[in-house]
């Protein structure tokens, strides 16, 4: 089968990873593509100049979403891809990260689909990989860890979700959306058996303006977000990698702070 990126092909849409906020690190493919757009159906958090280079004369509609409130619903943003591939236009849904990651994309893939319409999908780096990159940072090491898990800090609430054996010894836990519950999330942790004592680094705003990386023990993550006033966009790791990385150590700093005011 021919690519869906055939120019003469119509009525198609093409789910694009935009990646992590970089524009730098837009594939080649992502680029092509956001070039042949007549509708761009896109995320918030995308950087104006991605959006920049469809063209002029596309049509640009945001259906940003942020914690408790939705643009859209998901099925009114399937419904709008529809509508518009329908109409014979190249739909590019603009997906931050990749779509296949915490992106929502398999559900959308779905509902083209089920109305029988043509439907490809660009990979584009992950927020994990784009932020652990940049903060040097490897989520995986020969001598630390041999395992990656990436889950959701919300998503059908926290207590139901099962985490057992995915942090610990060996093995790194990467948390998408898991700032607001950054406590809960480290007393699930520990109550589930992995060391207080284990590290754990946030990365907040990976490839954009602004961005830090930040690290603690696991005992004081939630503490730590509300000291160093973190705000999403972020993502945690969970793992003994995150002592190879650039990333702060924000506990040693307060444990200097505290001696010199002893002192």
Not at 156 to 170: I, M, P, R, Y
Not at 197 to 203: E, F, G, K, N, S
């Amino acid at each position: 089968m021919p690519s869906l990126l055939d120019p003469t092909a119509r009525g198609r849409v093409i789910l694009v990873g935009a990646g992590p906020g970089d524009p730098g690190l837009l594939t080649v493919r992502a680029v092509e593509a956001l070039k042949t757009a007549d509708v761009v159906v896109h995320d918030g958090l995308i950087d104006p100049r991605v959006l920049d280079i469809a063209p002029p004369e596309a049509q640009r509609i945001s259906v940003a979403k942020q914690r408790a409130r939705h643009t859209l619903p998901q099925e009114a943003i399937n419904a709008l891809i529809i509508a518009h591939v329908k109409t014979g236009a190249i739909v590019i849904r603009l997906k931050g990260g990749d779509p296949f990651v915490f992106g929502r994309g398999g559900e959308e893939v779905e509902a083209v689909r089920a109305a029988g319409l043509p439907v490809e999908v660009i990979p584009g780096v992950s927020a994990a990989l784009g932020c652990a990159a940049e903060a040097m940072l490897p989520l995986t090491h020969r001598d630390h860890s041999s395992a990656v898990s990436f889950v959701a800090g919300q998503c059908k609430g926290l207590s139901e979700q099962n985490w057992a054996g995915l942090a610990g010894q060996g093995r790194t836990l990467v948390i998408y959306m898991g700032i607001a519950s950054a406590t809960d999330i480290a007393d699930k942790l520990m109550t589930d058996g992995v060391a207080p004592d284990m590290p754990v680094a946030v990365l907040e705003r990976g490839t954009l303006e602004g961005s830090r990386a930040i690290r603690t023990l696991l005992a004081d993550l939630g503490a730590m977000v509300t000291r160093e006033a973190v705000k999403s966009p972020a993502i945690i790791v969970v793992g003994e990698v995150v002592e190879l990385s650039d990333a702060e150590d924000k506990l040693a700093r307060w444990a200097r702070v505290a001696e010199d005011a002893a002192a």
